[in-house]
């Protein structure tokens, strides 16, 4: 089956074509490289120039799309040109096709070209003048030097320059993606982290909202209406003002918004007599210790939060307990309030509250869980628990 050569690039037709003028323009003058009567010309006269002159052009047209086929065929040329008067079109290409052969062949090329015509400008330095004891055998060499071994070093070292470019391109794209990828995870974090506040803050608000417009609305009663008003203004003014301080954090336009400081186990009182106005009977047991770092605290604080907003909307009459209680090297925050005997909740929910608890506790490598658990004082024989345990350790915080 016949080998079927690459389609030469178009620069590499134009080298060939000007190569290849130039060469008939000097054979046209009659300009060769060697006299005819020296020994080394075997073939005299000006047609035998012609035939290494096309066949080096035809290697130019191989400089890039076959480097090693175009180098093989050059050095035939080039010894076929040696064995007649010379043409120095024929050599310049050469030297081109070597430096082409280094600078787009194969990676294991480009190492093994420069070392051969290395030794072999050695060899052709030191076994003539080795033979001839002259001065004038050490051109030898030399020319073999300038013909093979320099224009290969030269591919080389641009070889290397370019592969040195590209690497660095190549670094500064990766850390281009690796800072892409990193501000998008801080952004979806931020988001993630600022939905989880704007759930914990302003649901628990909406929710007894909802509940109690919905009891004012229902009841044909001046005095339960009225106060259910009264919680229902006061959840709004609460829940506004929450929303005021989540957007004093948001904003970025070097104003004198101060952003609120986040909550602590200090204001659960507060939280507690909230959810009591709300009709929750709460009992508070909560015994944290000192000095527990700020993000636990949060944590904890937002998910009795939330649980207690949970309660409000899902749970039948009955007591909530909220527990926290130091165990060692961990806070540990238990919740639980009457589960079953309601059809519906008193307050739609979306599900977002107990993703936001589970992430919390994630967050700080911890555990959680919340579910129905058996319980004999409860509704149905059950009770609805939410519990996490929050490491206090730096290591477990990092």
């Given at each position: 089956m016949?080998?079927?050569?690459?389609?030469?690039?178009?620069?590499?037709?134009?080298v060939?074509?000007a190569?290849?003028?130039?060469?008939?323009?000097?054979?046209?003058?009659?300009?060769?490289?060697?006299?005819?009567?020296?020994?080394?010309?075997?073939?005299?006269?000006?047609?035998?120039?012609?035939v290494?002159?096309?066949?080096i052009?035809a290697?130019?047209?191989?400089?890039?799309s076959a480097?090693?086929?175009?180098?093989l065929?050059?050095?035939?040329a080039?010894?076929?040109?040696?064995?007649?008067?010379?043409?120095?079109?024929?050599?310049?290409?050469?030297?081109?096709?070597?430096?082409?052969?280094?600078?787009y062949?194969?990676?294991a090329?480009?190492?093994?070209?420069p070392?051969?015509?290395?030794?072999?400008?050695?060899?052709?330095?030191v076994?003539?003048?080795?033979?001839?004891?002259?001065?004038?055998a050490?051109?030898?060499?030399?020319?073999?030097?300038?013909v093979?071994?320099?224009p290969a070093?030269?591919?080389?070292?641009?070889?290397?320059?370019r592969?040195?470019?590209?690497?660095?391109?190549?670094?500064a794209?990766?850390?281009?993606?690796?800072?892409?990828?990193?501000?998008?995870?801080?952004?979806?974090?931020?988001?993630?982290?600022?939905?989880?506040e704007?759930?914990?803050?302003v649901?628990?608000?909406?929710?007894a909202?909802?509940?109690?417009?919905?009891?004012?609305?229902s009841?044909?009663?001046?005095?339960?209406?009225?106060?259910?008003?009264?919680?229902?203004?006061?959840?709004?003014?609460a829940?506004?003002?929450e929303?005021?301080?989540?957007?004093?954090?948001?904003?970025?336009?070097?104003?004198d918004?101060?952003?609120?400081?986040?909550?602590?186990?200090?204001?659960?009182?507060?939280?507690?007599?909230?959810?009591?106005?709300n009709?929750?009977?709460?009992t508070?047991?909560?015994?944290?210790?000192?000095?527990?770092?700020?993000?636990?605290?949060?944590?904890a604080?937002?998910?009795?939060?939330?649980?207690?907003?949970?309660?409000?909307?899902?749970?039948?009459?009955?007591?909530?307990?909220?527990?926290?209680?130091?165990?060692?090297?961990?806070l540990?925050?238990?919740?639980?309030?009457?589960?079953?005997?309601?059809?519906?909740?008193?307050?739609?929910?979306?599900g977002?509250?107990l993703?936001?608890?589970?992430?919390?506790?994630?967050?700080?490598?911890?555990?959680?869980?919340?579910?129905?658990?058996?319980?004999p004082?409860?509704?149905?024989?059950?009770?609805w628990?939410?519990?996490?345990?929050?490491?206090?350790?730096?290591?477990?915080?990092g």
């Amino acid at each position: 089956m016949a080998v079927r050569l690459p389609r030469p690039r178009r620069f590499d037709c134009y080298v060939a074509a000007a190569g290849l003028l130039g060469g008939l323009l000097l054979w046209g003058i009659g300009l060769g490289v060697r006299p005819a009567d020296e020994p080394v010309v075997l073939f005299d006269g000006k047609w035998p120039l012609l035939v290494p002159l096309v066949v080096i052009a035809a290697c130019e047209l191989l400089r890039r799309s076959a480097p090693r086929t175009g180098v093989l065929m050059g050095t035939v040329a080039l010894v076929g040109d040696t064995l007649t008067q010379g043409s120095l079109v024929t050599v310049i290409m050469y030297t081109d096709v070597m430096y082409a052969a280094v600078l787009y062949g194969p990676p294991a090329s480009a190492r093994r070209i420069p070392w051969i015509t290395g030794l072999l400008t050695v060899a052709g330095t030191v076994v003539p003048f080795a033979l001839w004891r002259q001065p004038e055998a050490l051109l030898i060499g030399v020319a073999v030097g300038i013909v093979s071994f320099a224009p290969a070093s030269t591919g080389l070292i641009v070889r290397n320059h370019r592969e040195a470019a590209d690497a660095a391109l190549l670094r500064a794209e990766q850390t281009a993606l690796l800072a892409e990828m990193d501000r998008v995870q801080a952004v979806t974090a931020e988001r993630s982290r600022m939905a989880r506040e704007l759930h914990d803050m302003v649901a628990n608000h909406l929710s007894a909202i909802a509940i109690h417009s919905t009891a004012a609305l229902s009841l044909d009663d001046a005095a339960t209406t009225r106060q259910a008003l009264g919680v229902i203004r006061e959840n709004s003014v609460a829940g506004l003002a929450e929303m005021r301080r989540l957007i004093g954090i948001l904003r970025d336009d070097g104003g004198d918004t101060e952003p609120a400081a986040a909550p602590t186990l200090d204001g659960l009182g507060a939280l507690v007599d909230g959810a009591r106005a709300n009709g929750l009977d709460v009992t508070l047991d909560a015994r944290p210790g000192v000095g527990l770092p700020a993000p636990v605290e949060l944590a904890a604080y937002r998910i009795v939060q939330e649980s207690l907003t949970n309660a409000l909307k899902h749970a039948s009459p009955g007591p909530v307990l909220v527990r926290l209680t130091r165990d060692g090297a961990a806070l540990r925050v238990r919740v639980t309030s009457p589960y079953g005997g309601r059809d519906t909740p008193r307050a739609p929910g979306s599900g977002a509250g107990l993703v936001g608890m589970r992430e919390r506790t994630a967050l700080l490598r911890g555990s959680f869980e919340a579910g129905a658990v058996a319980d004999p004082g409860g509704p149905d024989g059950k009770i609805w628990a939410v519990c996490a345990v929050l490491p206090l350790t730096e290591g477990d915080l990092g």
